[in-house]
Each structure stands twice: as C-alpha cells, then as structure tokens.
C-alpha cells in the first residue's frame, strides 16, 4: 500500500499530460462513431426491375459485408464516408459506389451478356462454355428468327447453326420444319429427325408455341449426344422453354401478330387463249373436255384466298425466391393460301418453383396442354395436293360448274378421263376435321444435402390423343367415278409416354482442379393405340363423318371400305454416368458411358448396348506463352469421340412370327390361316454410329471476331437391311440383319462479329459455313450377300412408274439414276448415251437398268448462312439470309406438265420451246436428264424492322412495334417453284409435283409488358 502511495506522488506531475492524452482519446473515438454509418437499400435487375436476392454487397478491400434478403433489401453497418461499396450478382455487371454523406443507396445492376454467353445447355445439365469439349450449338431467344406464320419451333434457328439444315418447302399450315443434322444414318427409312428433349423431356417442334422459347441448344457430335444413347444418334436438340425463377413483381407481358400470305412462285401454265390458239391450229382435240370450251378460268385462283392468320401470346409471372409461378397462353389461327387449309392450335402452360428448407430442396412442377384443330380435304391428312395438280392440269377453258350444276360432265368425257377431276368440286364435296390433344405433367425434385452435391428427380407423363373424321359427298368425283355413293372415314389415335429419370450430381473445386460427377437411371415407356374405319353407299350426306354406321358398304365388302387397329409398346432402360475434368480451367476432360436395353431387341443375344464417349479440350488461350499475343482473346481446341445406337424399328425382330393369311372361302366359310411372316434372327444388335470430332473455338480482338471451326467423321455400322434368304431352310425369303455401314464427313464453320457497338448504333454479324458427304461403305458380309452391291429407290409415281435413285457401295448418297439424253432427232424424239457412252437413236435405245446413268446428286455438297442485327437508338433490323449449292433436283412437274404429246391436259408454256434449240418433243413421258437441273439457291429469309416505344404512361414498362416478311427474296436457276425440296432418306432431290407451294409471309406484330 504504501509503495503504492509512493508511486502516485513520485507522478502527480505527469497528471495534466495523461489528463490531455486522455482528452484526445476520447475526441478521436466520439470523430469515428461520428463518421460510421449503416447504410441500407435494394438491389434490383436493369432487365425487369425484379428485385435480387442474394446479392452480394461488399467494402471493398475489405472482407465487410452483406447480402440482400428475398425482395432485394440489405442493411450494412460499419461503413465510413469515403468507403466503397461492391454490389454484384451472378449474370450481372458489378457496381461500385463511393459512400457520401447518404444513409440509403439503392442500386440497379445491368445484365452481363459476356456472363450469359458463358453457360449453354448440354446433356442432363448446363457447363460453362468455355469448359464445354463437344460440338454444341446455342442460340438464344434474341438471336432467334422471328416467326411469321409458323406453327414450328424448328423455323426459329433455320439458317443459324452450321450442320444443321431446317427445311419448310411447303406453305401448308399443318406442316412442319424438316431437319437433317450431319447427312444420312439409316438404310431402311427409319425416322432420321434429331431427338428434341424440351425442359428434360422428349418431345418434338409442335409441343411448345414458338412464342415460348427461351432458348436451344444443339448437340451435333458423337460426344455431347451420347449421354442420350439410343435416342441420340440423329442428333440432340435441346429446346429451353421460359421458365419461372426469382423474385418477381407481378407482372403480365402480351404479343400479338397479324400476317398474310402469297406464294413465293407459280408454275406458269397455258392460257386460255393458248388453249384456243392450239384448237385452231389442230393440235388440241375439237371435242370432248381437252376442246376449247368457251371460258377464261384461272384455275389455281379459284381453288386459293387472301388468307388471314393471327398469333396471340399472354405471359403471366410472379412470386418470390421462396415461391414463383410463370404461365402462358398461346393461340394460333392459321389460314393457308388454298380453300379449307387452316390450323387452329391453343397451348397453356404453367411453371411453378418451390424451395424450402434453407433452398435445400427444391419442386418444380409443370403442366402443358396444346389443342389442334384443322379442317381436311384429304383422307388421314389435312389438304390435299393431289388437288393442287388438279388445279394445274385443268382445262382453262372449260367453266368451274357445267349447266346443269354438275362439277364434271359425262358428255365431255371429264368423268372417265383418267386423273383429270375439277378441283374446287373436289374441296366443296369433301370435308372433314382433326382435332388432338396433348398434355404434359412433368415434376423436378432437386435436393442439395450439402454443397456440391444435388440429388434429381425428373417425372414425366405425356399423352395424345386424336379423333379424325373426313367424308366425300355423292356428288363427289371418286364416288361418281368408282360407282360408290359416298365415302366416310374415321380414326382415332391414342399414345401415352412416360418418363422418369434420377440423377446424382457431385461437383467440388480443389485448388486448381474441377470436378463434376454424374450419373443416373432412366425408364422410358411408348403406347401407341391407332384405329381407323371406312365404309360408303350412304342414303343420304347430311350426316358427313358422324354417322359412319349409316353406310351399306362395310356390311356388303364393298370397294374402299376396312376396320382394322393397331397397338404397340416399347420401353428403353439405361444407366448412364459422365464425368468432367478441368485444370487451371484450360485442360478440360469429359468422360460418359450409357448403357442401356431396349424392348424392340427382345430374344436377341444381348439387348443391352454401351455407348460411351471421351472428349477434351486445351484452352490456348490461357498458356502462359500465350499472353504476349494481344489479338487472341480466347483460344481452344476441342477433340471428341463417341457411340450412339439405334435398335430395330420393329419389335420382336429376333424371333420367329406368324401371322394371318387373306381370307379365303372355304367349305362355305370365310377363314384366315396362320403362316410364317419372319425369320428368327437372335444376333440382331444394335446399329452404332461412331463419330469422331475436332474443333476450334476461337475470340479475337477482344472478342470483336468470335466462332468455332468443327470437323467430324461418323461412321454407322451394323445398319440394318433386308436379305434375300434361301426357302427352306427359312421360313420366308427375307431376314433382316445388322450388315450395312454409311460414312459421313463434313466441315462445319460459324464467325461472329460484332461489327459495330457505339451509343447509338450497334451491327452483329454471323456467317456458317458447313459441308457433308455421306457414302455407302458397305452392304454385304460373311453370312449375308446382297444380290448386288446396289438397290433402287425412290419412285416416279404413275403414269411414268420409274425408280429415281441409286444406293452403291463406295457411292454418294443421293445419287439420281436415270436414261441420259443429249439431243432430239428432227422428228422431236430423244437422243440417248447408253452405259457404253454410245449415242442411240429412240427406237434403238434399250430402256433397261443395264443403260441407266448417274444424273446428278440430290443432296447439297455446301450450306452457308449470313445473319444480320442492326441496332439505332429505339429501332430494330434483323435480315437472316440462306443457301444451299453443288446439287441437282429432280423437277417433277416439268417431267410431267412439259410434254406436248399431251392433249388431254393443260401444259406449262414452256411446253411451246424447242428441245434442245431444235424442235418440240414428240416421246412420251419418262424420267430422264432432260429433267435434272441444278438446284443452288440464295434466300434472303426473313426481314424484321421493329422500333421499341419503351415507357408508355403508368402501367405500360415497355412495349415495341415490329413487322416481318419470311421467304422474302429467292436467288436461283431452278425452274420450278422452290429449289429447297426434301433433303432427307435415301431419295433426297425430288420437287414432287403434289407438295404445297411454298409461300412468302408478311406480318405486323407489338410486344407490351405491364
């Protein structure tokens, strides 16, 4: 105690100096509880002003922090004027705001596009793209083509992904895209279209409105589409529907769209007066229904309209990050150019998106249902092209109704006069409808135990059901003709798909090293049910197709009458697994293996397949020796290589069948016996299609110039095909077995380049390039001989009934096979070169197989495409622009119409020009060279200009004012209508001369959000 007395006194003098240290202390501290604050506010999207939760708000420099809650609000203490604050979101650009004397700074984070481009859609999943290793395509919602009286989900992307061709060559309303991905992959002529997989799920370009699209993604080679196995050897194409997610106000966007049509070309037809001009001059009968018949009829005007046909499009979304809902509702009325060609379609879909237990589990669960509804002139079809060539053949002259009312007269020989009917009688005494419905329930489960691993479940049950009616009056022409009164037909169709698929997914970053694991189960399950009957000799036509019974005709095995059903079932099985691998994000590893078991390789020696695939990539770009190369932003380079599979189309192909004779009259009855119909084959397998793939992906100028470069090889083996077999010791002359191989090779290349980006006026350019050459390999083995090392196929259909094609081992597919001419003698008659190179005169001319030519390729050697987006202040241009070159078409109604020897039909007026330069054609009809003509063509595509009125008044946060024209420009030699025929099969290259003209679309369209 008294030492410590001591201390104190030996410094009381020092007391006034604490006392002031003291002083300061306390000035400083009550400065810096001054000078901190707690500073609050939300954080919201620049895209819809939809709040974001989970944004990160950060002191920079320092590791102070916070983030925001479910509607965007942070709080944030501790922050000193002078600080800077970091706010930032995953997709979106980063912020940062020096902190004044503001208690509440609210912020608007802008949307990084670089960001978005980042991710694309693959197999089961999404991956970063510059870790993606295969051949994938993606093409998002603001680089789709904007649709103009399409009905098809495919005619969005047409001309924006090299490899992949997107063909409309008809102008029907119920018809669809045509796809070929990569060249030809079958013998038999199983279905060739690439798998479509919407939102997970199996489905085809009519499940969804075009309208509803978020985004697609193509998997075109081996490795990226082997995850899907079976299902994957035509290609993958992945369709990314809007989806709910995120916190939202309330919101409701709404598009609409109004267009009409005309055709793109019409095939130029004799005139009435030229009909006369040939009466006078004695080269057209003077009687009968081919005479001149007093009248000026334009024959395909009186069959077409000025049609109308209008889209509708309402979205409604909302909820919160706990909770959140997206629902749309579609209407399409679609009017084709000819009578009676409509299509009516109303499709609804819900998303909603649930999360609880700390987002630890997650359900989303959707519902789609799509109604159609379209008129038919055709039996089983909707409008009927037979009809069309009526219209073109008909006599111009003659009246669209006779005297006495009748569509075609007995005294003129129009009844008996064989394929000549007047076509608008054709449409007014005959009708019918289809009408379908599809629905979807699909639900996803998505549990996340802890970080980095989620547990998936995927259900999906999808249903279709369709009931067709059509009837043809008593007064129609096949009836009158064929001596039956009346004709009605019914059907029904019925499938159902289930789906259910569950997956691990276990992702972890070490250090350097990024891992992604997966693997699933999958059980796939078809049922097809399909009914139809048909009968005639009605009392009466009141009833059309809604009194099928009423008829005499079934009871009494009349002509054009039968009742018959069919069922199917099929499952597929599999187990798949993949990994992916990355280090230092620049060597880059993909591994996969499915293994799977189909129900039509039932008895087989091993129904199950494997498919695996391996793929890696090196990203250049990020070496070290790299860095001093400033004009290369991104470099990579990608290798692949994988197995897909496709079983026998038929089920039970392994076994021995029998099936039920034609009936026969036996002993006073009528009996059916049973007989062989199949071989048993238990080796059947698989078909395999082995591709290998390399790539470049490449940036330049700090990503001014973007693009890949990708060539592949594919092989498929073990095609299937037919083979002869001796009888006994088999039950029947044919055995199907795996034997066949196909190549295809080809060079696929797309540059983007953001030409121009200022303030007010941005262009992004994009041209694809791509080539393909596929070729028989082989067709023959050990055990199974083809008779040749070629078959025929394709048909030229009555009257000329002649074979188009030619399958040879070592040979393009796609090659037309044909009677080579090179002249006409005086006398208008063909001059021939037979196989020999000998010229032969028309009567010295075998007309055998054995004197047939390779006339041509009906497949296109090159594609290219060049996509245009101009951008100034509020307007908008969009100009999508396509080709195809370096084949040749078979022009059908040239084969047909351009004959002068026929007097019995109208012509086409080039049916007046001399052959050859010399004199008009005196041979009769036939499929020859003279018919084959080079097909190359430029489209300028589609045309948008819109203009985006931005803010109007107190509910209205955007809206905007397009107008669009599709197939507005052909560029090309080609003679008839449309050069873009059907690229697909083994018969490519036909014009046929029934197939719907294609037509060219104007439309005026707005977009608003409230």
Not at 782 to 802: H, R
Request: with cysteine; hydrophobic share 35%.
């Amino acid at each position: 105690m008294i030492a410590i007395v001591r201390l104190l006194k030996s410094n009381i003098a020092n007391f006034r100096v604490w006392k002031f240290l003291c002083v300061v202390f306390f000035m400083v501290s009550a400065y810096g509880m001054q000078a901190q604050t707690t500073i609050t506010g939300t954080i919201i999207s620049g895209e819809d002003d939809s709040p974001l939760p989970g944004a990160s708000v950060m002191i920079k420099g320092t590791s102070t922090g916070t983030s925001t809650d479910f509607d965007g609000n942070y709080s944030l203490s501790g922050v000193n004027q002078g600080d800077v604050l970091e706010f930032s979101y995953v997709g979106f650009i980063t912020k940062e705001i020096t902190v004044g004397t503001e208690t509440v700074i609210s912020v608007t984070l802008e949307v990084d596009a670089t960001t978005l481009d980042d991710v694309v859609v693959v197999g089961y999943g999404t991956q970063k793209k510059e870790q993606v290793t295969s051949s994938v395509a993606s093409v998002s919602s603001e680089e789709f083509v904007t649709p103009a009286g399409s009905s098809d989900v495919g005619s969005l992307i047409q001309g924006k992904v090299a490899g992949v061709s997107i063909v409309q060559n008809s102008g029907d309303p119920t018809a669809g895209t045509q796809v070929r991905l990569r060249g030809t992959s079958t013998l038999l002529g199983t279905n060739t279209s690439p798998l479509v997989i919407i939102d997970g799920v199996p489905g085809d370009f009519n499940t969804v409105a075009p309208q509803d699209i978020e985004s697609i993604s193509v998997l075109k080679d081996g490795s990226a589409a082997a995850m899907y196995g079976t299902r994957g050897t035509n290609g993958v194409i992945l369709v990314t529907t809007k989806r709910a997610s995120g916190s939202y106000d309330s919101k409701v966007t709404y598009s609409a769209s109004v267009s009409t049509q005309e055709f793109v070309r019409t095939l130029d037809m004799l005139s009435a007066q030229d009909y006369r001009d040939q009466v006078a001059a004695g080269t057209r009968p003077i009687a009968g229904a081919a005479s001149d018949l007093g009248y000026d009829t334009d024959w395909l005007d009186v069959i077409t309209r000025t049609p109308i046909s209008h889209t509708h499009n309402v979205t409604f979304r909302g909820g919160d990050f706990k909770t959140n809902y997206l629902a749309t509702v579609n209407v399409r009325e679609l009017e084709g150019m000819f009578l009676k060609s409509d299509n009516k379609i109303l499709t609804g879909r819900v998303d909603i998106n649930h999360s609880m237990f700390d987002d630890k589990l997650r359900f989303n669960f959707g519902y789609l249902v799509r109604g159609r509804n379209f008129t038919t002139t055709a039996d089983g079809g909707s409008f009927n092209g037979y009809t069309y060539r009526q219209a073109l053949i008909r006599n111009p002259t003659s009246p669209v109704r006779h005297e006495d009312g009748s569509w075609d007269s007995n005294e003129l020989g129009e009844v008996g006069n064989f394929n000549y009917e007047n076509p608008l009688g054709r449409i007014k005494e005959s009708d019918g409808r289809n009408k379908s419905n599809f629905t979807r329930l699909n639900s996803r489960i998505d549990y996340n135990p802890f970080d980095g691993l989620k547990l998936s479940a995927l259900l999906s049950l999808s249903r279709y059901n369709e009931t067709r009616g059509y009837y043809e009056t008593k007064n129609h022409i096949s009836n009158i003709r064929d001596g039956v009164n009346g004709y009605v037909s019914n059907g029904t169709l019925e499938t159902e798909d289930k789906l259910m698929e569950l997956t691990a997914q276990y992702s972890k970053t070490l250090g350097e090293h990024d891992f992604t694991v997966l693997g699933g189960y999958s059980y796939q399950s078809f049922y097809n049910h399909n009914y139809w009957m048909s009968n005639t000799d009605f009392q009466t036509d009141i009833f059309g197709f809604d009194n099928i019974g009423l008829g005499l005709g079934l009871a009494e095995n009349k002509a054009r009458t039968g009742i018959g059903s069919f069922t199917s079932m099929t499952n597929l099985i599999s187990f798949f697994g993949r990994l992916n691998y990355a280090y230092k994000d620049k060597y880059l590893l993909q591994a996969s293996l499915r293994y799977e078991a189909a129900s039509q390789l039932y008895k087989t020696e091993d129904p199950w397949g494997a498919f695996p695939a391996i793929s890696a990539g090196w990203r250049i770009s990020e070496e070290d020796f790299m860095k001093s190369v400033k004009f290369i932003s991104d470099l990579k380079v990608r290798v692949g290589y994988g197995v897909t599979g496709t079983p026998n189309s038929d089920g039970f192909g392994a076994v021995a069948l029998l099936g039920y004779s034609d009936p026969f009259y036996y002993d006073g009855n009528w009996i059916r016996t049973l007989t062989p119909t199949q071989n048993p084959n238990p080796y059947l397998k698989w078909e395999e299609k082995h591709e290998t793939n390399i790539g470049l992906d490449f940036g330049l100028f700090d990503n001014f110039i973007t693009g890949n470069i990708d060539y592949y090889q594919r092989n498929i083996k073990d095609l299937l095909y037919d083979y002869q077999v001796p009888v006994p010791p088999n039950f029947v002359s044919t055995t199907r077995a795996n034997v066949g191989e196909i190549s295809n090779s080809g060079l696929e290349v797309l540059i983007n380049v953001n030409a121009i980006q200022t303030e007010d006026f941005e262009w992004t350019t994009s041209v694809n390039f791509s080539t393909n050459k596929s070729k028989l390999e082989q067709l023959s083995n050990d055990l199974y001989q083809a008779q040749q090392d070629y078959f025929y196929t394709g048909a030229t259909g009555e009257p000329i009934q002649q074979t188009t094609h030619i399958v040879q081992v070592g040979q393009p597919i796609g090659n037309f096979y044909g009677f080579k001419v090179v002249d006409v003698d005086d006398e208008g008659r063909w001059i021939y070169e037979d196989a020999d190179g000998t010229l032969k005169n028309y009567d010295e001319f075998g007309r055998g197989y054995e004197n047939m030519q390779v006339l041509g390729n009906g497949l296109p050697n090159y594609y290219a495409g060049w996509n245009n987006s101009f951008k100034y202040k509020n307007f908008d241009l969009s100009v999508t622009m396509r080709g195809a070159f370096d084949y040749q078409i078979i022009n059908y109604n040239r084969m047909y119409l351009e004959n002068p020897t026929l007097t019995q039909y109208n012509r086409l007026a080039s049916s007046k020009e001399p052959v050859f330069g010399k004199t008009q054609l005196t041979s009769p009809q036939e499929f020859n060279s003279y018919y084959v003509e080079d097909g190359d063509f430029w489209k300028i595509d589609n045309i948008t200009l819109g203009y985006n009125l931005g803010e109007l008044g107190k509910y209205i946060s955007s809206a905007r004012v397009y107008v669009t024209t599709s197939n507005t420009f052909l560029i090309t030699g080609y003679k008839g209508i449309d050069p873009e025929v059907n690229f697909g099969g083994l018969s490519p290259g036909v014009d046929s001369r029934d197939t719907y003209p294609t037509t060219r679309n104007f439309t005026l369209g707005f977009d608003v959000s409230f």
